[in-house]
């Protein structure tokens, strides 16, 4: 006896005038453990003959057709495709900011929706720090971007296991939540470059009391802050520093600040640059903090001219 005439499956058209069959577990039949046996892995063929109806009413029988169902005793699982890169240095909300994920469910056919407003969240110690977004109109895909506020606690380098729990409705109005396996999302914090203003200054040793400022900028947003900028010149190679430029503030959140430029030794200037004066390069060294609280040094370089 088939699994049609023990009412263990149900087959009945979609709706009526519709060009679908829906066939469905019979649940009352169905809560036995013997019910369940009669039911195994593999594919059913069922004879089904189209009925339509013409334009005086009269119900003419269209050509048997077989249908084959694939029946599956496994739990639906998903699998998961993983592309794209989260940057600590950016705002969480930057466009490609993010690890995109592809699902694709298994053991369960092609006849089902994703029901992303009930039922869809980030699994896994640290998902607090993350915030998972759906796209409308393309379905199993999902964007995982830092959440706001929480980029701080996210250090760039480390690997954090996350999943992601979503419920699918089935063709029969069933709803299944579901589980992917575990993914990786492993943030990276670029280094910003540093925008340099007030560059090729000129000091004077007639006057070394003279300062200038120069000035050092970030991108902003990206969540970097200048701790301290400082560079020096032995112009005369005497170990003592000719030429220095200085700032510092531990406590600071800019991304912009001004250095001063000024000389220290202007005889040991003086030594090399002689009676035309001569344009250095100074090498400067500006130590960033970034929204992951770790301090990273960038290097740049500004022109100094001497003259007397």
């Known amino acids: 006896m088939g699994v049609l005439d023990q009412d263990i499956l ?3 058209q979609k709706s009526a005038g519709s060009n679908r069959i829906v066939v469905r577990l019979n649940r009352p039949k169905t809560l036995g453990a013997e019910a369940v046996k009669a039911i195994k892995n593999g594919t059913y063929d069922f004879k089904v003959t189209p009925c339509f109806r013409d334009a005086s009413g009269n119900q003419i029988k269209g050509k048997t057709l077989t249908l084959k ?6 739990a639906i699982t998903a699998k998961v495709k993983q592309s794209g890169s989260m940057d600590l240095a950016k705002n969480p909300g930057a466009t490609k900011n993010f690890a995109e994920i592809r699902i694709t469910p298994q053991n369960v056919g092609e006849n089902y929706t ?3 407003k009930k039922g869809l969240s980030l699994v896994g ?13 393309i379905p199993g895909r999902y964007q995982i971007r830092a959440k706001e506020n929480k980029e701080s606690k996210l250090k760039a380098g480390q690997r954090y296991r996350l999943a992601i729990r979503f419920t699918l409705k089935l063709e029969n109005g069933d709803t299944v939540q579901v589980q992917t396996p575990t ?3 492993r943030p990276k ?3 910003p470059k540093v925008t340099v203003h007030g560059n090729a200054q000129t000091l004077y040793a007639g006057n070394d009391k003279l300062t200038r400022t120069c000035g050092f900028e970030l991108p902003e947003g990206m969540g970097y802050r200048i701790k301290s900028v400082s560079g020096g010149l032995d112009c005369n190679k005497d170990g003592k520093q000719d030429i220095t430029l200085t700032w510092v503030k531990a406590d600071s959140t800019d991304h912009y600040v001004s250095a001063i430029l000024k000389l220290t030794d202007r005889d040991g200037a003086l030594t090399v640059s002689g009676m035309k004066g001569k344009t250095y390069t100074m090498p400067v060294l500006i ?3 970034g ?7 960038v290097k740049t370089n500004i022109k100094v001219t001497v003259r007397r």
Not at 125 to 137: A, H, R, V
């Open 291 to 297: 929204r992951d609280g770790i301090a990273k040094d």
């Open 183 to 185: 993914f990786t999302v």
């Open 69 to 74: 169902i694939q029946a599956v005793n496994k």
């Open 114 to 116: 994703y029901d992303n």
């Open 125 to 137: 110690e640290y998902s607090d720090y993350f915030q998972i977004y759906y796209y409308t109109y």
């Open 287 to 289: 130590t960033l903090e």
């Open 10 to 12: 149900e087959m009945e």
């Open 189 to 191: 914090q670029s280094v």
